[in-house]
């Protein structure tokens, strides 16, 4: 009995791979001579089909500052999606050759590769998360940067131009380009609008709309942001206690939405016949389909009750 058995097809067997080795190596090479043939086409196809996602991807990497082609982003995307279908086709390797277990099979390989597709979009929408929280932590720095400077008689550009050369990036690199538009004779007041369309938090559009009231009217810059400073410190105080207090429904919506696939893999290996009828029979799929459903509605919920708005 090979290694391979009852985790992966027979056709991973290395005595049978072996022997189809001739037949595996036609096989690649006639879908190569169709890639030759069809690839351009198909390029052109799968370009036009996701050019939306692709332009939003090339954008998202540009407010990142961080130069990625869209040529990249596609072999980025195809990539997710090849993985995805290699996964499904790993996942559902052992199952029967029945016509039930071929629907699963396309089910699993189906929701694999929408979860591929969508794959890059969370992965950047993570970056983006990540990069604007950093943001908001160097921002403290930078207005009490600014305060000082005004206090020993700096002007606002000189002040801005300091925390670009003072303080790491994220908040550096914006204010570099704040500042490079301003120089190339944009308004200052535009470039700092520009600022909160990049990085769209409270935080930011109450510093630009400070800046450019004070700009109009007059008053004390360096007391504002010294206030400015004092309210996020305190707003991320708040948002901690949240975060603390919600920890645990955090924790016990996981459990709960987790816990039936563990019930399932455990009575898979303790019972595969009985557990086996939930999908080889209309009413275990019934069944499934009222569970997903039911977890999917109960995980939404959990997760609007333990999200709080500071």
Not at 71 to 92: H, K, P
Request: aromatic share 10%; net charge negative; proline share 3%.
């Amino acid at each position: 009995m090979s290694f391979f058995d009852g985790f992966l097809p027979a056709w991973w067997d290395f005595l049978t791979f072996g022997l189809r080795l001739p037949s595996l190596l036609m096989g690649l090479l006639a879908w190569a001579a169709v890639g030759w043939f069809l690839g351009p086409w198909s390029e052109e196809k799968f370009l036009g089909t996701t050019s939306g996602y692709i332009s939003w991807m090339v954008e998202m990497f540009d407010k990142m500052f961080m130069q990625v082609s869209a040529r990249t982003c596609v072999l980025f995307l195809v990539a997710s999606l090849v993985l995805s279908a290699l996964a499904g086709l790993l996942i559902t390797a052992g199952l029967p050759s029945e016509p039930i277990y071929h629907l699963g099979r396309g089910l699993v390989i189906v929701v694999l590769l929408i979860f591929g597709f969508q794959l890059p979009r969370i992965v950047i929408n993570r970056m983006w998360d990540n990069r604007i929280a950093r943001f908001e932590d160097q921002l403290l720095d930078a207005l009490s940067f600014m305060s000082n400077g005004l206090k020993s008689g700096l002007s606002l550009i000189q002040c801005m131009d300091m925390v670009r050369e003072e303080l790491p990036a994220p908040v550096s690199d914006e204010f570099k380009l704040v500042l490079g538009e301003q120089r190339l004779g944009v308004p200052l007041e535009d470039a700092l609008l520009n600022l909160e369309r990049r990085i769209d938090t409270e935080d930011v559009q109450i510093l630009v709309t400070s800046i450019n009231i004070l700009r109009q009217s007059g008053g004390n810059l360096s007391e504002t942001f010294d206030t400015i400073g004092f309210t996020i410190r305190e707003r991320q105080k708040v948002q901690g206690r949240i975060k603390t207090l919600t920890a645990q429904g955090v924790a016990q919506g996981f459990i709960i939405v987790v816990l039936p696939f563990v019930l399932g893999a455990v009575l898979y290996t303790m019972d595969q016949e009985l557990i086996s009828r939930m999908w080889t029979t209309a009413l275990g799929w019934g069944m499934l389909a009222a569970m997903v459903t039911l977890q999917a509605i109960g995980a939404l919920l959990m997760r609007k009750i333990v999200q709080i708005e500071v």
